[in-house]
């Protein structure tokens, strides 16, 4: 059973700094690209960031290039989403997805995590 | 904003069919990119239910279905039930590989 379990949300200042994690299990994880969904209170999904299933190509969206690092682990079966430069509108629940090829190509996400919370405020 | 949109949101009754729009343009949609569907029941995360513009994943129930036309995709749903309650999103892609979402449209079962 495909599992993704996020953590590292919580509550940060403006400006600040923050890792989250997404725990993978139930398949070959290095085998399949992953990428960072957020969703704002009360509003829509949000496209953030997508990495291959080797890590050798990234994407962000424009919303947070230059401030957000995608990344992985496979051999700890782990993706992380470093956000620096933290703003009032990051606050959001990101979600971690799997897609259904190594590739970072135009294809769908098809297991999601549960989403954990990032909340940007002084 | 996104570049694509759908409508806020729709009702039907319990039995009834309703459809769902995702309006995009040639840079995403007309260009041939293919349309994903998913639903948001409240309080949980998106879950796939239609992929590459008329694919169910296993598990989807067949009242459930997808089409795409030109610089537009329709998400149908038969048969409508209480526990279909809840937001639905179409996601395609723009011609930088950037990935968007609809704006999502809230399904009330009346």
């Known amino acids: 059973e495909v599992q993704l379990l996020g953590s590292g949300g919580g509550l940060v200042q403006p400006g600040g700094s923050l890792r989250l994690s997404c725990a993978a299990s139930?398949?070959?994880?290095?085998?399949?690209?992953m990428t960072w969904v957020r969703q704002a209170p009360g509003k829509g999904l949000e496209w953030v960031s997508t990495i291959s299933g080797s890590g050798g190509s990234t994407y962000h969206a424009d919303s947070v290039k230059g401030r957000f690092t995608i990344s992985r682990d496979n051999s700890k079966n782990t993706l992380y989403l470093q956000m620096n430069d933290l703003r009032a509108e990051d606050t959001a629940v990101y979600y971690c997805?799997?897609?259904?090829?190594?590739?970072?190509?135009?294809?769908?996400?098809?297991?999601w995590g549960q989403g954990t919370l990032v909340i940007v405020s002084s | 904003q996104s570049v694509l949109t759908q409508p806020p949101s729709v009702s039907g009754a319990p039995g009834q069919r309703v459809t769902i729009s995702c309006t995009g343009s040639s840079s995403n949609i007309g260009a041939g990119y293919d349309v994903h569907w998913y639903q948001q029941l409240p309080g949980t995360a998106p879950k796939l239910l239609i992929y590459g513009n008329n694919n169910r994943p296993s598990g989807v129930p067949d009242r459930f279905s997808g089409s795409k036309s030109g610089t537009s995709a329709s998400l149908a749903i038969t048969g409508l039930q209480a526990e279909d309650e809840g937001e639905y999103y179409c996601?395609?892609?723009?011609?930088?590989?950037?990935?968007?979402f609809g704006g999502g449209t809230k399904l009330t079962v009346l």
């Open positions: 997805a799997k897609t259904p090829s190594k590739y970072s190509g135009t294809y769908h996400f098809d297991y």
């Open positions: 139930g398949f070959t994880f290095t085998n399949y690209a």
């Open positions: 996601q395609s892609y723009d011609s930088d590989l950037s990935s968007w």
